[in-house]
């Protein structure tokens, strides 16, 4: 499994996020709130972690992902580098 | 002291996977992985043929009930929902008339949505306390129809299978014992506005409550044996046994790919497969939580001794 970055798990996460809130976005930064600024709900959150599965050809362990893992895109990219299943 | 004498169920035969569902209740591919994958739902149970009153029926038939009906004095129906068939249908009554119970006060509950299981539980026990005789018995009956889109989803959380329980409840025996009963109303989030409150709120609340009832019964958590739930899904459980430092595999959750959430009636469910497996021993305590989502907003957690 290559090691997959913060930076680039941050880049994904924005790149799909239109996709799955199903809505344009505004600019989106790494200290986006994704529950307070995108009203992004705990389903529509676990849709991304399938979609960034897909588009990255990953996959992540959700056991501890919790609400405040949502807090803002950095903070669920730094969740993902942590818990992508099999990687070294 | 309030004690259950007795639980029956009945789930009907038709099993429906979730994607198959997926048009009538609107949800696309992604999210019925997310309903599959994540909150481990798989089917639910649906008789579309059927009506309610044949679902609790289905339920009071498996009961032991033939002898004992004069002294079943009230039949309370816990609902999650406060309209399930169109005046002047009334499936309790019929219940009541069919199987030799005319003579019971029977009533339903639906205040606190999918909690109202347990309030009813703790509503039968007070009239029970309160009757002279000590032989008295009430049946508490839970199950619905998924007859609406609100009664076949909660939206991004949840999906309502159809079953039924009933549940004979006496003011003393020898088992299931009811140690204390804690619920927790939340009108803040009683309306469609408060579901995003709700969620945030949901994890947490549903821990404290659960450590409330828990307290109340003079124990600590490392006491309790297992947690009967509601089905509401695997992650919401997940997230309330992280903030009580307890294992999920504590919690019952074996019949939710299999049933879905049965509105009322999952404690019960629950009840049952914990005694079948084996998951209940006499004199340990146990704990059957619920929460009530929309109108009827609650958090309840009861502890009972087996």
Redesign the interface.
């Known amino acids: 499994m290559p090691l997959i970055v913060r930076d680039q798990l941050v880049d994904s996460i924005c790149a799909l996020l239109p996709q ?1 809130l199903r809505r344009e976005m505004p600019a989106l930064s790494p200290d986006t709130a994704l ?1 307070d600024d995108l ?1 992004m ?4 959150g ?2 991304l ?3 960034l599965e897909e588009s990255l050809g990953i996959e992540i362990s ?3 992902l ?2 405040d893992d949502f807090a803002t895109v950095s903070s669920l990219a730094g969740y993902v580098a942590a818990n992508i299943i099999g990687a070294e | 002291m309030t004690v259950l004498a007795e639980v029956a169920t009945y789930l009907p035969e038709g099993r429906t996977p979730i994607g198959d569902l997926a048009p009538s209740l609107g949800l696309g591919p992604m999210q019925v992985k997310v309903f599959q994958r994540y909150y481990e739902f798989a089917a639910v149970r649906r008789d579309p043929a059927g009506t309610l009153l044949d679902l609790l029926l289905g339920a009071v038939d498996n009961l032991d009930l033939r002898g004992r009906e004069q002294h079943v004095r009230y039949v309370l129906h816990a609902r999650s929902f406060a309209v399930v068939v169109p005046y002047p249908l009334n499936p309790l009554h019929e219940l009541c008339r069919m199987r030799g119970l005319p003579h019971a006060t029977a009533f339903t509950v639906t205040h606190q949505a999918c909690a109202s299981g347990l309030m009813a539980l703790d509503v039968a026990g007070r009239l029970l306390a309160a009757d002279p005789d000590p032989d008295a018995l009430a049946l508490v009956l839970a199950g619905e129809k998924a007859f609406t889109p609100e009664t076949a989803m909660v939206p991004e959380t949840s999906i309502f299978g159809e079953g039924a329980a009933a549940c004979l409840v006496r003011h003393d025996g020898p088992r299931d014992r009811v140690l204390s009963y804690v619920t927790w109303p939340r009108g803040e989030f009683d309306d469609a506005a408060g579901a995003t409150g709700f969620e945030a709120a949901y994890p947490q609340a549903l821990a404290d409550v659960i450590a409330a009832a828990v307290a109340q019964a003079g124990l600590s958590l490392p006491d309790i044996r297992v947690i009967l739930p509601h089905n509401v899904n695997a992650v919401a459980w997940q997230r309330t046994c992280r903030r009580l430092g307890l294992d999920v595999s504590r919690v019952v959750l074996a019949n939710l790919p299999h049933t879905g959430h049965v509105y009322c009636a999952d404690t019960f469910i629950n009840y049952r497969h914990a005694r079948e497996a084996g998951l209940l021993r006499p004199g340990e305590p146990y704990v059957v939580a619920a929460a009530g989502a929309a109108r009827g907003a609650t958090f309840s957690a009861m502890v009972l001794t087996h």
Request: without cysteine; proline residues 0%.
């Open positions: 799955v529950m009203a709900s705990s389903t529509t676990l849709e972690m399938l979609e959700v056991e501890d919790d609400r």
